[in-house]
């Protein structure tokens, strides 16, 4: 499924985003992240040590609240799967533009020895206002 102009709009901007994953015992973990976009899927950079990453590889599915900080009304919800998973300098560079974008300055927090890991996720569903005010307004 492509993305929504209001998601690519979101994730484009200096924004963060909720990242749900599911635990090994099912529950489900929320964590802030920053976000990007490539046009065609969510990027989410993280380590590959953390739970989120682990969450991931084990089990691809994934939702991503995208919303801005001045208007609580401006959001987008994408509900997808991991489509692929980029490590080493793509993954590297990725945080440094990330932070670019968010800071203003390349990546300064040490990069541990097991580096950076990038999740390239691709939408199944996109729910925005737009959307739910098109459709019956439900969300699911």
Do not use: C
């Amino acid at each position: 499924m492509a993305l929504d102009e209001d998601v690519v709009r979101l994730a484009r901007g200096a924004n963060v985003a909720t990242i749900v994953t599911v635990m090994p015992d099912g529950q489900p973990q929320a964590q802030l992240r920053w976000i990007d976009t490539d046009g065609e899927h969510l990027l989410v950079n993280t380590e590959p040590q953390r739970q989120a990453a682990r969450n991931l590889l084990r089990d691809p599915r994934v939702t991503v609240l995208l919303h801005t900080a001045e208007d609580d009304h401006d959001w987008a919800e994408v509900r997808g799967r991991v489509a692929r998973v980029v490590t080493g300098d793509e993954a590297r560079a990725n945080i440094d533009e990330l932070s670019r974008k968010y800071v203003g300055t390349e990546f300064r927090a040490p990069v541990g020895p097991h580096g950076r890991i990038l999740f390239v996720i691709a939408a199944e569903k996109v729910n925005t206002p737009a959307r739910l005010s098109a459709r019956d307004g439900s969300g699911d």
